[in-house]
């Protein structure tokens, strides 16, 4: 799935490759794509629409028209292709939406399974929708304060990495880089989150910056089909240090680095370095 490094190059690719475009024509061809309005109305109201730019919110993005907000979350494999009017080839059977500008380009909305959604609010709508507003704060420093952080761990009962999951504690994280921030941090996948002391706290708020900084500035991890919009792969899977890694050494103390899986999730960490701490929960 691609998390906040991949969507945020995504973001920066489409606005290199389709900001000021006017939308000439739009073609949905698998309508459940379209959570709302109707397919129709969809196709309607984008006709003559100027993106103006485009931002993201977790893993969110948000196409900024002259009317509308336009809202497309990836999900599984979701991805872009943009195709210069010189080049327009035969959509294949995974293009489930195609929006045509009006200098002959196409944007061209790619999901192999299907999940991928986009819906269309009112102008400046975007923010207030649902899936956006039950967000944690994005992990920058200005957003993502750590008395806040500290205060969701410890009257959690949840164990550390599905809290880190849910994006109400903070938005972006995924599989990928919910384990290289642990690892980093030192504290184990299944360690409740409540047992952790304010040390260790600090500790996973500063990896999971780094980590997700670090990430973006290379364009992401490329596992499988991920690329971004400009049709390039992210480079930050030279860099991974525990994720997809199993019985590898571990980079820190040549442990074996274990494979289990965490709510339904495979996780990937270093058992000596990692290790689970027995201690009462508050």
């Avoid at 969507?7 to 475009?21: A, I, N, S």
């Avoid at 944007?107 to 959604?117: E, P, S």
């Avoid at 008395?147 to 995924?174: T, Y």
């Avoid at 490329?222 to 590898?248: C, D, H, P, W």
């Amino acid at each position: 799935m691609p998390e906040l490094p991949e969507v945020e190059t995504v973001r920066k690719g489409l606005v290199r490759l389709v900001q000021d475009k006017t939308i000439a024509e739009v073609v949905v061809r698998w309508p459940r794509i379209i959570e709302f309005p109707t397919v129709d109305e969809f196709c309607q109201e984008l006709v003559g629409q100027r993106i103006e730019t485009i931002t993201r919110r977790g893993k969110f993005l948000l196409f900024k028209l002259t009317d509308f907000d336009l809202i497309s979350h990836l999900r599984m494999e979701g991805k872009y292709d943009y195709f210069s009017e010189k080049n327009n080839p035969q959509p294949d059977k995974h293009t489930h939406v195609i929006f045509k500008f009006s200098d002959g380009s196409q944007l061209h909305y790619n999901d192999v399974r299907k999940f991928g959604r986009m819906t269309l609010v009112a102008k400046g709508q975007g923010m207030l929708y649902k899936g956006i507003q039950k967000l944690g704060p994005e992990p920058i420093i200005e957003e993502f304060l750590l008395g806040d952080f500290v205060e969701k761990l410890q009257s959690s009962s949840s164990l550390i990495k599905p809290l880190l999951l849910n994006q109400k504690v903070v938005a972006g994280l995924g599989n990928i880089y919910t384990d290289e921030a642990l690892w980093l941090a030192k504290i184990h996948p299944q360690q409740p989150a409540r047992t952790l002391n304010k040390t260790e706290i600090k500790r996973l708020h500063q990896a999971i910056i780094e980590v997700l900084t670090k990430a973006v500035k290379v364009g992401g991890t490329t596992i499988r089909t991920y690329k971004n919009a400009l049709g390039e792969a992210g480079s930050f899977q030279m860099e991974l240090n525990v994720y997809a890694k199993t019985a590898e050494p571990c980079p820190r103390c040549k442990t074996p680095i274990v494979k289990i899986k965490v709510a339904q999730r495979g996780t990937h960490f270093c058992p000596h370095c990692q290790k689970l701490k027995r201690r009462k929960q508050s």
